[in-house]
């Protein structure tokens, strides 16, 4: 069970767009829709931002979307924000019981 | 409004065992719908999946760390525990307790962390 692969920094300008990749393999990502995202401030407890590949939690913003294609789940902050600033981490299940976290990329809003 | 709070130890010696209590408040942990999760995250660096338990006491441990851990249920206290065996520094972490809606994977719920060092 290898943890997901996901670019270690992204950086955008306020107001623009990003995405975040998070590759895993067709024993994870690829089969299941169960991909979850994860907003984690400096400090502070993982926030569940997206689950089931694109369905998001009551109170967290509509600029928060995901979507999947293949093996490849991609995580997309629209209209970025300075308190958009943080690390994000993707999760997938991975069959029998188990679950696996990518290792997570640092959002750094210019 | 759920919340989870982990308490124990803040620092453990090598090779003894590490012991963690989550307190779960605002909601019963019998509740049919969830899986009670422990992960932990190493000091700079992402987040590991330690295991769950569900209300009737079944497990489900991550398999790089089955052989050392067990988590256990305390539904009279709305309580579930980490125990993780024969640590060493690399064990060294912030462990959070958090809600895993079962059979959706996606944990909604977190306590607060806490940091477990081990050394002597």
């Known amino acids: 069970q290898s943890a997901l692969t996901q670019p270690a920094s992204v950086s955008g300008s306020p107001g623009q767009s990003i995405t975040i990749s998070c590759t895993g393999t067709?024993?994870?990502?690829?089969?299941?829709?169960?991909v979850s995202w994860y907003q984690q401030h400096p400090g502070k407890a993982p926030k569940l931002m997206i689950y089931?590949?694109?369905k998001r939690p009551s109170g967290v913003s509509n600029r928060f979307s995901g979507s999947k294609s293949g093996n490849t789940a991609s995580l997309t902050i629209s209209g970025l924000q300075a308190e958009d600033e943080a690390d994000y981490y993707c999760?997938?299940?991975?069959?029998?019981?188990?679950?696996?976290f990518g290792g997570g990329t640092k959002l750094t809003v210019l | 409004q759920v919340q989870l709070q982990e308490s124990g130890p803040g620092l453990v010696k090598p090779s003894q065992a590490l012991s963690l209590t989550c307190t779960v408040s605002?909601?019963?942990?019998?509740?049919?719908?969830?899986?009670w999760s422990w992960i932990r995250q190493h000091p700079g660096k992402g987040l590991e999946w330690i295991g769950y338990?569900?209300?009737?006491?079944?497990?489900y441990y991550s398999p790089s760390l089955k052989s050392r851990v067990t988590i256990s249920v305390d539904t009279s206290k709305n309580q579930f525990s980490l125990k993780l065996s024969s640590v060493t520094a690399a064990d060294t972490a912030v462990y959070y307790c958090?809600?895993?809606?079962?059979?959706?994977?996606?944990?909604?719920?977190w306590g607060l962390g806490t940091l477990v060092t081990v050394s002597s």
């Open positions: 605002g909601g019963s942990i019998s509740s049919g719908h969830y899986y």
């Open positions: 089931e590949d694109n």
């Open positions: 999760c997938s299940y991975a069959g029998d019981t188990s679950v696996v």
């Open positions: 067709s024993s994870d990502v690829g089969s299941y829709k169960l």
């Open positions: 338990i569900y209300h009737s006491g079944t497990t």
């Open positions: 958090a809600r895993d809606r079962a059979t959706a994977y996606y944990f909604d719920y």
